[in-house]
């Protein structure tokens, strides 16, 4: 959205000070076509069960829960001491609908180009190589190249 709405500004003129992007990636990298298909949520119900079980701190790949579902997720989140253990069902439910609706409309996006600097910051222990902002973000940015800090945090 930040980035978005900076390309917005500077088509119109406005001078952009600073731009920075957190864990920030075109949508054009994504295979959406799944979303045609007619089990298009189930799948994407899956896949943000998994998303919670790795912010509670419960992997599902590396606890062998892949596939796991919303009550399996549910009751592992409320048995973990993690960041989301003491959420109850219906905020886990509002989080994964409103991820499930965010990428129904991030798949129908379009990244403008913006012309400018900007300040990346990745979770660079997680992030694949061919994910890196210097790799993603050169056709949408024509300011200056990605780095990596001995901190761990990607910029540019």
């Known amino acids: ?19 920075a992007l ?9 295979d959406w076509s ?3 298909g007619p089990d298009w949520r189930e799948r ?15 992997g599902a790949e590396e606890s062998g829960r892949g596939g796991v579902s919303r009550e399996e997720a549910v009751a592992a989140i409320r048995d973990s001491q993690g960041l989301l253990a003491g959420f ?6 509002a989080i994964v609908d ?29 992030t694949a190589p061919e994910d890196a902002p210097g ?6 940015v024509s300011g200056s190249s990605p780095s990596t800090s001995s901190t761990g945090v990607t910029t540019s």
């Open 1 to 19: 959205m930040a980035h978005t709405l900076a390309s917005m500004l500077r088509e119109q003129g406005e001078e952009v000070a600073f731009l």
């Open 22 to 30: 957190l864990d920030a990636y075109p949508p054009e990298r994504d």
């Open 34 to 36: 799944y979303l045609d």
């Open 44 to 58: 994407l119900e899956r896949e943000e069960n998994g998303f919670l079980l790795s912010v509670a701190g419960l």
């Open 88 to 93: 109850d069902e219906e905020l886990l439910r």
């Open 98 to 126: 409103t991820n499930v609706h965010c990428v129904r409309l991030l798949s129908r996006s379009t990244t403008r180009r913006f012309d400018g600097d900007v300040l990346f910051f990745t979770a660079s222990r997680t």
């Open 135 to 140: 790799t993603l973000w050169p056709a949408y």
